[in-house]
């Protein structure tokens, strides 16, 4: 069911973004959901799977680099973390190859034997935009998650979560609403090689999703 319901939702978001892109071709609208200008902020909030709330606030180093700080919500425990952006191609006026990187930290949700935990998921994302300004894209990513104790070198117990890899397929649609305002989804399905991961996955169903919108200032 899994295989299907998130194979479905990819197909349907690049449709969609090709869709819209498409018949909204007389105009343009145009925000950049990813990166702030230079010395700008920017605010992302949304909800989906495993976040039921999460919130973002970005920095524009440069027009094609930016870092943020991360502040979310799973149905269990909050996370904390920062992420980095940067554009390694635009050589062209409608596609560009973007590197994405989050990190979080888990505190031990306070339960006897439980333990903080970690996560990085560095992924390679190739964009189109439209002439409206909607911008749809796919990427391919790597996550790693331990245990800190474990990533430290010390003792922990061997029947709780140690860590593991697996490898993500990502599909995104962003619709600017204003110049300085865009909606946006994206969602990846977590793999183990070709097929969907299974409970060895810690973040619950084999999906992460978000949908929420993104503010310049």
């Known amino acids: 069911m899994y295989r299907i319901s998130v194979t479905t939702l990819l197909m349907v978001i690049t449709f969609v ?119 749809v894209s796919v990427g391919l990513g790597i996550v790693g998650a331990g245990c800190v104790s474990a990533m430290l070198g010390k003792h922990v117990d061997q029947d709780g979560f140690m860590g593991g890899t697996w490898n993500t397929v990502s599909a995104g649609l962003a619709i600017p609403v204003s110049g300085v305002l865009s909606v946006r989804v994206d969602v990846s399905a977590v793999m183990d090689g070709l097929q969907l991961a299974g409970s060895d996955w810690i973040g619950g169903p084999p999906v992460i999703l978000n949908v929420g919108v993104a503010r310049s200032f």
């Not at 018949?23 to 700008?40: A, E, K």
């Open 17 to 135: 973004g090709v869709s819209t892109g498409q018949i909204n071709s007389d105009y343009s609208v145009t925000h950049d959901y990813l990166f702030p200008t230079r010395g700008n902020l920017m605010l992302t909030v949304a909800t989906g799977v495993p976040y039921v709330g999460i919130t973002e606030i970005g920095y524009g180093i440069s027009d094609r680099f930016t870092v943020s700080a991360i502040l979310g919500r799973t149905p269990t425990q909050m996370g904390y973390g920062f992420r980095i952006r940067g554009v390694i191609y635009d050589g062209s006026e409608t596609i560009r190859v973007v590197a994405k990187m989050p990190s979080f930290y888990y505190p031990a949700p306070g339960k006897p034997g439980d333990e903080p935990w970690a996560l990085v998921w560095p992924s390679v994302h190739i964009e189109r935009q439209f002439r409206s300004g909607s911008r």
